[in-house]
């Protein structure tokens, strides 16, 4: 079983559209997060939630918005997608916030050509 | 806000002791010291966690001074596997900055 997983892989989508990348956690954990890795490597947190009340809201355009159905569930919507914004999105989940062990998905892959 | 900064990248042979230094200079008092390994296309993956002096599990040991205004991960004895991109992340409730990551390239 995927504990955490991330749909789609690899999403190619040209300037202007809006997308959406989708994040289920089967840990039950309470927090979960949104990274952006660049080409570079960096990893810089987005958001978190920790049970679905956003906790971090890093300085990141407003065409991002996160959204938590329930504690399982952390999507990432994305409106006018800029060239800038094609990098590596991880999704993650902890137990708790204040840095407990986190569990990574397999990442998505953001093209905007 | 707690910076952390990492080397870039270290070389060492199998069977080699590894330990690898991230400074954080601001830390604060409510921050917690983490780290995790990356591999190629694939998610980070927690390696160890710790507060202050020293925390071992099966995989490594990290050692924080009293200050914590450093950590060290410590890898003993590693393997051509190990070869990975190591960060640094220190977090508390509301803020987490991970360092920019440390190569570290195995060689048989």
């Known amino acids: 079983d995927t504990a955490v997983s991330q749909t789609p892989k690899y999403l190619v989508t040209q300037m202007g559209n809006d997308k959406s990348i989708k994040c289920e956690q089967n840990?039950?954990?309470?927090?979960m997060y949104w990274y952006k890795q660049d080409s570079k490597k960096f990893l810089k947190i987005m958001f978190s939630?920790?049970?679905?009340?956003?906790?971090i809201n890093e300085t990141v355009p407003n065409r991002f918005s996160p959204k938590s159905p329930d504690k399982a569930h952390l999507n990432l919507h994305i409106n006018s997608l800029e060239l800038g914004d094609s990098a590596v999105y991880f999704c993650?989940?902890?137990?708790?916030?204040?840095?407990?062990?986190?569990?990574f998905g397999p990442g998505t892959r953001l093209t905007v050509t | 806000l707690a910076k952390t900064t990492q080397p870039i990248s270290m070389d060492s042979y199998e069977g080699q002791e590894v330990n690898i230094t991230c400074s954080h200079n601001?830390?604060?008092?409510?921050?917690?010291i983490t780290w995790y390994q990356q591999f190629p296309s694939q998610g980070p993956r927690f390696i160890i966690q710790?507060?202050?002096t020293k925390v071992t599990n099966e995989v490594a040991s990290l050692f924080i001074p009293a200050d914590r205004k450093s950590s060290t991960l410590s890898l003993p004895r590693v393997s051509l596997s190990d070869t990975a991109v190591y960060y640094c992340?220190?977090?508390?409730?509301?803020?987490?900055?991970f360092g920019a990551g440390t190569r570290l390239t195995v060689k048989p």
């Open positions: 993650a989940s902890s137990p708790a916030p204040q840095g407990y062990e986190q569990y």
């Open positions: 840990l039950g954990h309470d927090t």
């Open positions: 939630y920790n049970n679905k009340e956003l906790i």
């Open positions: 601001n830390i604060a008092t409510n921050d917690y």
């Open positions: 710790g507060y202050k």
């Open positions: 992340l220190v977090a508390s409730y509301n803020d987490m900055r």
